[in-house]
């Protein structure tokens, strides 16, 4: 049976960074840390030794799961059950361009922990990044990594976390020495110096702070112990007024309200690779980062009646949880990860998927370790657990108590915005092309692919030309599947604007058996994002009811391939309200040939026209560039809707058409001198202006 972990000694986290700054590295020294007080602290008896060493070899596999979960005393408490805490550390994309990876995965960490290399500081990625754990509002800390490595520079890089990222960043432990030189960390709260020995950084042993270095670390303790006591209106009368210092334990109590207010962002540094300042960081996590119980508690809906829904991290709550990563594992199958918010849960019994309306019997329950794989026999608020075999769950479904149903406030993920031409390179790739295309866009709903039957060319789409590059990249590592890719294509629509009527008749007396198929449709635009409505009021059997499905099926095939330049049709109700038939001839071939003739012949003269994704952009840069950047976003035909400020940099939120994107990340490098950042997400279809429209048909035919 399980150890329970009560809900306040629970931390929900991630690492995050720009790539190559530490992330792996800094995961896996944790997860050695941490295994190994686990192991030491409680005797697991079911564990053989020869048991941990076959699942050892799983380890490269669980370490990069969606989500692992450890254990960890603070390194300055007693070693009792009583202060052990579990971390569950949530994966978060290496590339922090996929929006939607970025937005679940914080969506689902209560904290953050943001790793630099100590030699490049702040750099364009971690500032996307921390721009968008700002806008959700995560409590984070920062690491420094890299402290061994040549060139690098402490004060610089904690002076560009200042700068560039936030004026609240306070050291909590500076370094001692640097490049081969860096010894360990001097501790600003109990003011004394940390060594790690043993083979692997294991032992700590405290020590005095070196007399070379006792000016400054005085000097930082002063400008911490100040921003400690502007917290709280005692410590600072007490230290203003009679030089009283506060505690080493109301020092950790006032940083960690602070920090989980984002008032004030704990630095620590070290080195991953040389097994140094890990341990601290791991007590850092402990004392600073929230618990479950310290966020407001998530907001749902009643999928029926729309009304709000509270769910409290608590155990007695109905259950809820949400999935934000579904992953094919190798040795499990398909695994849907979850985060309880609410409520115990027990394997065995049934859950509600909300978002989807249908029930599932959860047979297995699991929590990934470092080394191991745990069944679980329940589950509560709180914790990061996966499930196998699920039917029909996506990132973002809730799942809930049947009797309670819920559906979570949704991950909203854009639609595919841009598409390119794969083609497989060889026999072998082109038998698994379609197997290994489906399993990504089950991991990913921001990713879809489909075969055009006419021309049987493969198209997939995403959410921007890095993604779909990242995707083509991961066909070729993951699945070893290599495709050739065509040029990057806006995902164009095509709607119309004028209500009209039409005919279709598909009839052919060549002797035998003829075909008859006779229908009268009126089609009409509908409001944007609407799709297609097909509505019947054919009345006395005019049509027989057998062969509308196949008027339908005519039309939505015909809606696949637009009349302007080949795009889909959307917003559009079409309404079969007239038509005839033969006794003899009629077939639901000659029906659907009618329904699209018909449709296709109508859609001509009801003013048709094209649709462009219209993106949400979200450009952040330094102050002295605004004037070139906002010149350059409205050449592009796009409209700037506010100009706030957030910590030092200009936020620039603009409207504007994909198709005038490309190429906008090295323009915009270019213009800040790498500094300027951006996010960009789909936001709605609109009509393209003529003359374009023009431009995008002439290409079409050429
Ligand atoms: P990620 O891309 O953020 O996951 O970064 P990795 O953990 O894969 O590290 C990227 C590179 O930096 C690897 O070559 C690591 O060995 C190296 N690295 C990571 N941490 C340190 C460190 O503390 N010191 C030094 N010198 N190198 C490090």
């Not at 050695?32 to 799983?58: R, S």
């Not at 950084?201 to 007399?211: H, N």
């Not at 620590?268 to 140094?276: A, E, L, P, R, Y």
């Not at 072998?428 to 295309?437: C, G, H, N, P, R």
Request: aromatic fraction near 8%.
């Amino acid at each position: 049976m399980e150890k329970i972990y009560p809900i306040e000694k629970i931390r929900d986290i991630g690492f995050i960074a720009h790539i190559d700054a530490g992330k792996t590295t800094t995961t896996e020294r944790v997860l050695f840390y941490t295994g190994i007080t686990h192991k030491i602290g409680i005797i697991d008896e079911g564990t053989t030794i020869m048991d941990w060493m076959a699942q050892e070899k799983e380890r490269g596999v669980t370490i990069t799961s969606a989500a692992t979960t450890c254990f960890w005393t603070p390194t300055h408490r007693e070693k009792d059950s009583q202060n052990e805490y579990r971390i569950n550390i949530i994966d978060t994309p290496g590339h922090i361009d996929f929006t939607a990876e970025v937005q679940r995965s914080l969506r689902v960490l209560d904290g953050a922990v943001v790793i630099f290399d100590g030699v490049a500081g702040v750099e364009s990625q971690s500032e996307t990044v921390w721009r968008q754990a700002d806008k959700y509002k995560v409590p984070r800390m920062c690491f420094i990594n890299k402290m061994d490595r040549l060139g690098v520079d402490y004060e610089k890089a904690f002076k560009s976390i200042l700068e560039r990222l936030t004026p609240n960043a306070l050291a909590v432990n500076i370094p001692i020495g640097a490049e081969s030189k860096f010894e360990g960390v001097i501790d600003l709260i109990t003011m004394k110096a940390i060594y790690f020995e043993g083979e692997q950084g294991e032992i700590i042993s405290v020590k005095e702070i070196p007399a070379d270095l006792m000016d400054k670390a005085k000097e930082y303790r002063k400008v911490f112990i100040e921003k400690i006591a502007e917290q709280d209106v005692e410590v600072l009368t007490d230290y203003l007024e009679k030089e009283i210092e506060p505690s080493e334990d109301k020092i950790r109590e006032i940083l960690r309200k602070a920090t989980i207010a984002g008032i004030i962002i704990p630095v620590f540094c070290g080195s991953s690779f040389k097994n140094k300042g890990i341990q601290p960081l791991l007590d850092g996590i402990i004392e600073y980062m929230p618990s479950p119980l310290d966020l407001p508690p998530v907001q749902g809906i009643h999928p029926k009646t729309g009304e709000a829904i509270v769910c409290p991290p608590d155990d007695k709550a109905p259950f809820a949880a949400l999935v934000f990563k579904v992953a094919n594992d190798p040795y499990v199958g398909t695994l849907n990860y979850f985060r309880v918010y609410s409520g115990v849960f027990k394997k065995g019994n049934y859950l509600l998927n909300a978002s989807k309306s249908s029930q599932e019997r959860i047979g297995r329950l699991l929590q990934m370790h470092s080394n191991k794989r745990e069944e679980l026999e329940e589950i509560r608020a709180g914790d990061i657990a996966a499930t196998v075999g699920l039917k029909n769950t996506n990132t973002g479904d809730t799942l809930c108590d049947p009797n309670h149903p819920v559906i979570l406030e949704k991950i909203e993920f854009p639609e595919p915005v841009i598409s390119i031409k794969v083609e497989p390179q060889t026999k072998a790739d082109q038998e698994k092309m379609s197997l290994v295309l489906k399993k990504l866009s089950e991991e990913d709903p921001t990713f879809t692919a489909k075969s055009d039957q006419e021309t049987s060319e493969t198209i997939i789409s995403g959410m921007g030309e890095f993604h779909l590059e990242i995707l083509v990249d991961r066909m070729k590592r993951e699945f070893n599947l290599n495709v050739k890719t065509g040029r990057p294509q806006v995902a164009y629509k095509e709607t119309i604007r004028k209500t009209v009527e039409s005919e279709g008749k598909y009839i052919r007396q060549s002797g035998g058996r003829g075909q008859y198929g006779h229908v009268l449709l009126r089609l009409e635009p509908l409001e944007r994002g609407k799709g297609f409505e097909f509505v019947d009021i054919i009345k006395g059997g005019v049509i027989p009811k057998e062969y509308i499905p196949a008027v339908e099926k005519g039309i939505k095939e015909a809606l696949e391939k637009g009349i302007l330049a080949g795009y889909p049709i959307s917003d559009i109700r079409v309404t079969l309200y007239d038509g005839s038939f033969h006794e003899v001839d009629s077939s639901d071939f000659a029906f659907k040939i009618a329904g699209s003739m018909a449709f296709q012949d109508g859609a001509k003269r009801a003013s048709p026209v094209l649709l462009e994704p219209i993106m949400k952009l979200e450009v952040v840069i330094p102050e002295q560039n605004l004037g070139d950047v906002t010149g350059d976003i409205s050449s592009k035909r796009g409209m700037i809707e506010s100009i706030g400020e957030r910590t030092m940099m200009k936020i620039i939120l603009a409207k504007v058409p994909l198709a005038e994107m490309f190429g906008f990340a090295t323009k915009l490098r270019s213009l800040t001198e790498g500094r300027g950042v951006f996010t960009m997400e789909f936001d709605h279809y609109q009509e393209v202006p003529d003359n374009i429209t023009q431009e995008i048909i002439g290409k079409e035919v050429a």
